[in-house]
């Protein structure tokens, strides 16, 4: 009986590594496909919010130039601005400020007397001279999150006069990035430089704002460095992929 068990052992044996072979090299094939799924996923939505910001530099480009805007036209720069806001619910405020960061006119929430002289959108607008997007900020009129573009006002000698902002509702970063269609029971999450979750869905009201910046997932992703798959912790506890870039 025991040699009879041992030649049945002996003769399933192959069989069975065999299948825990093909079975293991599934389970990689699988883990392969998954990634490039997100991977693709994760570029299409990278590249809807990259159409956003881009279409906002060309709107912004534009509206520098109107007579009003670049003359401050203190009446006429807030009428022109209110046309542009008009229609769009995202918009919460687009203001034009001053070398000293003082705002001069503008449409939406905002008040006269709101100072940007030391907001990161306005410096490196002024500074450098140069379309600039800022980090999440929680804005003090709308008591929104916020993201700001910022487009510098030249004079015809190509100096800068002041700026032209524009703060956005965050919210629209998260309705843009899902239209990428993610595939049933992912989540995508846009995080800034700063490890601030600036767009997410679904659920958004629940994690836009949040730092996730010492989350093992972040430092999986500083490590990778460049655009790939990374897999570790994310922030909801769950073992999940991300695209880094």
């Known amino acids: 009986r025991f040699r009879l068990m041992l030649l049945v052992i002996l003769t399933l044996a192959p069989a069975f590594a065999l299948a825990m072979r093909s079975a293991s090299e599934q389970r990689r094939l699988a883990s392969i496909q998954a990634q490039e799924n997100a991977l693709r996923t994760a570029r299409a939505a990278a590249g ?9 530099r060309e709107l912004l480009a534009i509206v520098a130039q109107l007579p009003a805007v670049r003359d401050r036209d203190l009446s006429g720069c807030s009428v022109s601005l209110q046309r542009v806001v008009r229609g769009d619910a995202w918009y ?26 030391n907001h990161p959108a ?5 500074d450098l001279q140069r379309f ?11 008591g929104k999150g916020l993201i700001t573009f910022g487009q510098p006002i030249v004079d015809e000698a190509g ?13 629209a970063l998260s309705d843009i990035a899902a239209q990428a269609l993610l595939p049933e029971g992912s989540t995508l999450d ?7 979750i600036i767009a997410r869905y679904p659920d958004p009201d629940a994690w836009l704002g949040r730092s996730v910046a010492a989350s093992p ?28 870039n």
Do not use: K, W
Not at 132 to 142: A, F, T
């Open 48 to 56: 809807r919010l990259e159409q956003f910001i881009a279409a906002q």
């Open 92 to 117: 919460v405020g687009m203001m034009v400020a001053d070398p000293r960061g003082n705002v001069v006119c503008g449409a939406g929430q905002y008040s006269s007397g709101m100072q940007f002289s």
């Open 122 to 126: 306005f410096r490196e607008a002024f």
């Open 132 to 142: 600039s997007v800022s980090d999440y900020r929680i804005g003090p009129v709308s």
């Open 159 to 171: 100096r800068v006069q002041a700026v032209l902002l524009c703060t956005y509702d965050v919210h």
């Open 190 to 196: 846009a995080i800034d430089r700063h490890g601030t």
């Open 217 to 244: 997932i972040m430092e999986a992703i500083r490590a990778r460095q460049g655009e790939g798959v990374v897999e570790a912790v994310g922030e909801d506890g769950l073992h999940d992929g991300r695209r880094c």
